[in-house]
């Protein structure tokens, strides 16, 4: 609840008091300068506010390890609910000061606190670890729900409340602040990086109940041990692989898919609403076709239900960290580019805009169906196998290692 749900809530939270914070940037504007401001002075003010989230989720993600390391799991959890909090109070009082600025820095705090907040598979056991790794494209989807739900005009989407309705996740943030102390570390940074065994056993026995408990301290040694003997590939090296390019590209183009959508992007009801009554239809077709898409491309309400588990399914040990950091690179960067670009995407093609996001998806259909090898029942190598085995006009990007190797 303080990683994905915030991180969809923020997504489509966004959506329905549209309007109302372009007319608060109008009146904010006309205050200061006693003039209204240009019509694309407000179309950039508004996708900085939508982007910059982006911007700061970019940073909250690269920074993950750096505050999990210095502060423990259950400390830069903490923290990073105190940096929504403080989101939020910001975001209050923007309204009252009359600052569009504030809105942004707010927003900035917010996707910090959204892209650093995934820390939940640290003490999940190894055995429910993909299942709990589910639940965080699972409480997206509830967020992005959410979102939709207080937007409403019958909840909190009014224009005297737009400020309210951007705030509703801090809520959740205030609980982990005040129930995390009460909570354990994480049993793995206790044992691994803390060499503390008894704290880690009694981590352990306070998360899952009474027990010894060795096989599953075993189990981390283990685990540990392992990656010892294939250290992790930073991002650099991972790019300069040419045996896992086949990877790359296959998440990187799912991934990219999936934000290219149009499911994140901004609503344009009071768009429609001004246009002639040929357009009534449109939102009726839209809803159908964003239900058949979650029902035969997500795997059900998740959205992205089945990408969230295909980084552990086509890399190795050694190379899912970085495969994770570049895809997190990739995520918050495009996110940002199109909270920047769409709005002026919107104004220039209006409805038509989707037709991109339809092309994108059918490259997507088209990859997936005729490159992508199926994972069900095989072990990684077989997978690494048939990757390689991949060819295009002939030529593989292991062959062409190999030629390099043998030069």
Same mark, same amino acid.
């Given at each position: =609840?303080?990683?994905?749900?915030?991180?969809?809530?923020?997504?489509?939270?966004?959506?329905?008091?549209?309007?109302?914070?372009?007319?608060?940037?109008?009146?904010?504007?006309?205050?200061?300068?006693?003039?209204?401001?240009?019509?694309?002075?407000?179309?950039?003010?508004?996708?900085?506010?939508?982007?910059?989230?982006?911007?700061? %989720?970019?940073?909250?993600?690269?920074?993950?390890?750096?505050?999990?390391?210095?502060?423990?799991?259950?400390?830069? =959890?903490?923290?990073?609910? +105190?940096?929504? *909090?403080?989101?939020? /109070?910001?975001?209050?009082?923007?309204?009252?000061?009359?600052?569009?600025? =504030?809105?942004?820095?707010?927003?900035?705090?917010?996707?910090?606190?959204?892209?650093?907040?995934?820390?939940?598979?640290?003490?999940?056991?190894?055995? *429910? !670890?993909?299942? +709990?790794?589910?639940? @965080?494209?699972?409480?997206?989807?509830?967020?992005?729900?959410?979102?939709?739900?207080?937007?409403?005009?019958? *909840?909190? %989407?009014?224009?005297?409340?737009?400020?309210?309705?951007?705030? +509703?996740?801090?809520?959740?943030?205030?609980?982990? +602040? *005040?129930? #995390?102390?009460? #909570?354990?570390?994480?049993?793995?940074?206790?044992?691994?990086?803390? %060499?503390?065994?008894?704290?880690?056993?009694?981590?352990?026995?306070?998360?899952?109940?009474?027990?010894?408990?060795?096989?599953?301290?075993?189990? =981390?040694?283990?685990?540990?041990?392992?990656?010892?003997?294939?250290?992790?590939?930073?991002?650099?090296?991972?790019? !300069?692989?040419?045996?896992?390019?086949?990877?790359?590209?296959?998440?990187? @183009?799912?991934?990219?898919?999936?934000?290219?959508?149009?499911?994140?992007?901004?609503?344009?009801?009071?768009?429609?609403?001004?246009?002639?009554?040929?357009?009534?239809?449109?939102?009726?077709?839209?809803?159908?076709?964003?239900?058949?898409?979650?029902?035969?491309?997500?795997?059900?309400?998740?959205?992205?239900?089945?990408?969230?588990?295909?980084?552990?399914?086509?890399?190795?040990?050694?190379?899912?960290?970085?495969?994770?950091?570049?895809?997190?690179?990739?995520?918050?960067?495009?996110?940002?580019?199109? %909270?920047?670009?769409?709005?002026?995407?919107?104004? /220039?093609?209006?409805?038509? &805009?989707?037709?991109?996001?339809?092309?994108?998806?059918? @490259?997507?259909?088209?990859?997936?169906?005729?490159? @992508?090898?199926?994972?069900?029942?095989?072990?990684?190598?077989?997978?690494?196998?048939?990757?390689?085995?991949?060819?295009? &006009?002939?030529?593989?990007?292991?062959?062409?290692?190999?030629?390099?190797?043998?030069?």
């Amino acid at each position: =609840m303080g990683g994905s749900f915030q991180s969809g809530y923020h997504i489509t939270g966004l959506s329905s008091p549209s309007p109302y914070i372009q007319r608060f940037i109008n009146s904010s504007w006309y205050e200061r300068h006693k003039e209204p401001p240009p019509a694309h002075t407000v179309t950039m003010i508004w996708s900085l506010i939508v982007s910059m989230y982006a911007v700061g %989720g970019f940073f909250g993600a690269i920074s993950v390890k750096f505050f999990s390391g210095r502060l423990g799991r259950k400390k830069a =959890m903490i923290g990073n609910s +105190v940096i929504a *909090i403080v989101a939020a /109070g910001i975001m209050l009082t923007s309204k009252r000061a009359n600052s569009f600025e =504030m809105i942004i820095v707010a927003r900035i705090l917010f996707g910090f606190s959204a892209g650093k907040a995934n820390e939940t598979y640290s003490i999940s056991p190894r055995k *429910i !670890r993909g299942a +709990v790794t589910l639940t @965080l494209a699972t409480f997206m989807s509830l967020g992005k729900l959410s979102g939709q739900f207080f937007g409403l005009s019958e *909840i909190l %989407g009014r224009e005297e409340l737009w400020d309210i309705v951007l705030c +509703v996740p801090a809520c959740f943030s205030v609980v982990h +602040v *005040i129930v #995390l102390p009460f #909570l354990p570390e994480a049993p793995r940074y206790l044992f691994i990086e803390k %060499g503390d065994d008894k704290a880690c056993k009694k981590a352990l026995q306070s998360l899952w109940g009474t027990g010894d408990y060795k096989q599953e301290m075993d189990e =981390m040694l283990i685990e540990q041990a392992a990656i010892e003997a294939a250290p992790p590939k930073n991002p650099l090296q991972l790019l !300069r692989d040419r045996t896992v390019r086949w990877q790359l590209i296959t998440m990187s @183009l799912i991934y990219c898919c999936n934000q290219l959508s149009g499911m994140s992007a901004v609503r344009m009801e009071h768009r429609l609403n001004t246009a002639d009554d040929s357009s009534y239809w449109v939102p009726y077709i839209t809803a159908g076709l964003i239900i058949l898409f979650i029902i035969f491309f997500c795997g059900g309400p998740g959205m992205s239900g089945a990408s969230a588990t295909l980084n552990s399914e086509i890399f190795i040990q050694s190379d899912r960290l970085a495969a994770l950091v570049l895809m997190g690179i990739q995520r918050w960067l495009l996110f940002a580019v199109l %909270g920047l670009v769409f709005p002026f995407l919107i104004n /220039g093609l209006s409805t038509y &805009c989707f037709v991109l996001f339809a092309c994108v998806c059918l @490259l997507g259909c088209f990859y997936t169906f005729f490159l @992508l090898p199926e994972t069900k029942g095989k072990t990684l190598l077989e997978i690494s196998e048939e990757f390689k085995a991949i060819t295009l &006009c002939g030529k593989s990007f292991s062959e062409t290692e190999r030629v390099e190797t043998k030069l």
